[in-house]
T-cell receptor, first 109, second 115 residues
Framework: SQQGEEDPQALSIQEGENATMNCSYK?????LQWYRQNSGRGLVHLIL?????REKHSGRLRVTLDTSKKSSSLLITASRAADTASYFC?????????FGQGTTLQVKP | GAVVSQHPSWVICKSGTSVKIECRSL??????MFWYRQFPKQSLMLMAT?????????EQGVEKDKFLINHASLTLSTLTVTSAHPEDSSFYIC???????????FGQGTRLTVV
């Protein structure tokens, strides 16, 4: 399969806790992106990390990239109920995005 | 960020009919657009890459005669699901990349239900 693997597939936490999602991929990449998708809706772009970057922050989000291990992680700190959604990593290898299988995050109030 | 508009947001059609979905880049020129399909509780699967003025490139397993893609201008790509069947019911999402292909911008998606 061209798709990457994400784990966990599902994650349930309490509001205020941190959530960590991992993504592994198979091919060389130009960049890796993380998206959020609320149920039945379109995608919301969260953050892009280039292949020569190791870590990037955006608000409560922290993304790491390890190209030697072909893996990335997304950390959401101080989670909120509104963070409940599915999260996908997507690798860009020449213009087209290949999506991971996604992690469904539930944040309980 | 740039805006990509997808229309319609949902459509219900009868088996055997064809449905056209439009994807427009509103404030930039998109030399490349991508079409994805997403089944319930699954990830997005790339169907095809649409290049302005040339034939689309389809991913393995995607029937090009069933999913017709036209990218006639730098701001519009269309996906036509021909002779739709219930198993074509899915969420279809387009994305557009600018000339530098630096970031993909996604449409809102189209939920197709074939009855």
């Amino acid at each position: 399969s061209q798709q990457g693997e994400e784990d966990p597939q599902a994650l349930s936490i309490q509001e205020g806790e941190n959530a960590t999602m991992n993504c592994s991929y198979k091919t060389s990449i130009n960049n890796l992106q993380w998206y959020r998708q609320n149920s039945g809706r379109g995608l919301v772009h969260l953050i892009l990390i280039r292949s020569n970057e190791r870590e990037k922050h955006s608000g409560r989000l922290r993304v790491t990239l390890d190209t030697s291990k072909k893996s990335s992680s997304l950390l959401i700190t101080a989670s909120r109920a509104a963070d409940t959604a599915s999260y996908f990593c997507a690798t860009d290898a020449g213009g087209k995005l290949i999506f991971g299988q996604g992690t469904t995050l539930q944040v309980k109030p | 960020g740039a805006v990509v508009s997808q229309h319609p947001s949902w459509v219900i059609c009868k088996s055997g009919t064809s449905v056209k979905i439009e994807c427009r880049s509103l404030d930039f020129q998109a030399t490349t657009m991508f079409w994805y399909r997403q089944f319930p509780k699954q990830s997005l699967m790339l169907m095809a890459t649409s290049n302005e003025g040339s034939k689309a490139t389809y991913e393995q397993g995607v029937e090009k005669d069933k999913f017709l893609i036209n990218h006639a201008s730098l701001t519009l790509s269309t996906l036509t699901v021909t002779s739709a069947h219930p198993e074509d019911s899915s969420f279809y999402i387009c994305s557009a990349a600018d000339r530098l292909n630096t970031e993909a911008f996604f449409g809102q998606g189209t939920r197709l239900t074939v009855v």
